[in-house]
């Protein structure tokens, strides 16, 4: 899984995920996040394009989980979007739904992210 910060709008970090989305490969105690963006990361809302992501297997979903629930303890924001397929029906089997935020489309999450309603 690689991390590469494309475009930081005032509070508002927008974030590609490329390749398989697990663990598999992490340093014992590191985070990509923080490694990518600083240990003050969440606090900030993230939009997570997954369009280059081609897989996930459950240590990723894990790691998904994990860091949306530093983000809500920390007042920021996941928001993962443009989710291909593969990754979707992995996403909806296991019913992340309920407790990851996911968006269609880039458009969609920063219209979430920001409040607005159009």
């Known amino acids: 899984m690689q991390l590469t910060l494309t ?3 005032n509070d508002v970090l927008r974030i590609q995920c490329e390749g398989t989305i ?3 490969g992490f340093k014992p ?10 240990t003050n990361c969440y606090d900030r809302k993230v939009l997570l394009n997954l369009e280059r992501t081609h897989y996930i297997d459950s240590s990723g979903v894990g790691w998904l989980m994990g860091r949306n629930k530093q983000f809500r303890q920390s007042g920021g924001r996941l928001i993962l979007h443009s989710i291909p397929p593969m990754v ?9 739904g309920m407790v990851l935020e996911l968006a269609t489309d880039e458009v ?8 607005d309603k159009s």
């Open 7 to 9: 475009k930081s709008d």
């Open 22 to 24: 697990s663990q598999d």
């Open 29 to 38: 105690g590191s985070d990509p996040l923080e490694d990518l963006i600083g």
């Open 88 to 96: 979707s029906q992995v996403l909806q089997l296991l019913r992340m």
């Open 108 to 115: 969609t999450a920063l219209a979430r992210v920001t409040g």
